[in-house]
Nanobody, 114 residues
Framework: QVQLVESGGGLVQPGGSLRLSCAAS???????MGWYRQAPAKQRELVAT???????YYADSVKGRFAISRDNAKNTVYLQMNSLKPVDTAVYYC?????????WGRGTQVTVSS
């Protein structure tokens, strides 16, 4: 069983940066991992994924600004977010890709506002 705990969110001004972390337990290294986000009154959406050999994918809305990475030795996946915009405000979650319903954690809130 995989358990996921997100951290690193906060309040940041437009143009700022944050680094999110997702600590995973279980068979982390066998999974493609993803970061997802859910803005108020919107459906959860996929932001980025990273395969077991670190091939990455990004949604068009974050391409060039966000970077996903993983450290299999630490069972951790990261999301470096730069040039943040107010539209990036959301609760950010990590999960397998495709997402496992039983693996959703509490997420971490990211608020981009001046």
């Amino acid at each position: 069983q995989v358990q996921l705990v997100e951290s690193g969110g906060g309040l940041v001004q437009p143009g700022g940066s944050l680094r999110l972390s997702c600590a995973a337990s279980g068979i982390f290294s066998s999974y493609t991992m993803g970061w997802y986000r859910q803005a108020p009154a919107k459906q959860r959406e996929l932001v980025a994924t990273i395969t077991t050999n670190s091939v990455t994918y990004y949604a068009d809305s974050v391409k060039g600004r966000f970077a996903i990475s993983r450290d299999n030795a630490k069972n951790t996946v990261y999301l470096q977010m730069n040039s943040l915009k107010p539209v990036d405000t959301a609760v950010y979650y990590c999960n397998k890709f495709p997402a496992g319903v039983a693996y959703w954690g509490r997420g971490t809130q990211v608020t981009v506002s001046s």
